[in-house]
């Protein structure tokens, strides 16, 4: 395992009630696996924009499994330069 470091900052309120109804609809066992899941995703989200994307790319296609569909997904937001 990896060393650990403690880090503090300020969230709002309503940020952190997200926080917890994520952790709580996801079974997870502390806000902090919320916040590794979250990272863990949006790695994951980054490399698929940049390795399939390319310059410019916010969206991808994910297949849903139970309905044999394919959705694209946008992240406008992370537009890779």
């Given amino acids: 395992m990896s060393e650990k470091r403690r880090i503090q900052f300020d969230i709002a309120i309503d940020t952190l009630e997200e926080i917890d109804d994520i952790q709580k609809k996801l079974h997870l066992s502390s806000r902090g ?3 590794r899941n979250a990272i ?3 790695k994951w989200v980054t490399k698929e924009l940049i390795d399939h994307g390319g310059i410019n790319a916010n ?3 994910i297949e849903r499994e ?3 569909e394919y959705v694209e997904v946008k992240f406008p937001f ?3 330069k």
Avoid: G
Wanted: hydrophobic share 65%.
């Fill in 78 to 80: 992370l537009a890779i």
């Fill in 33 to 35: 696996e919320v916040i």
């Fill in 40 to 42: 863990a995703v949006l």
């Fill in 66 to 68: 139970r309905n044999i």
């Fill in 59 to 61: 969206s991808i296609t």
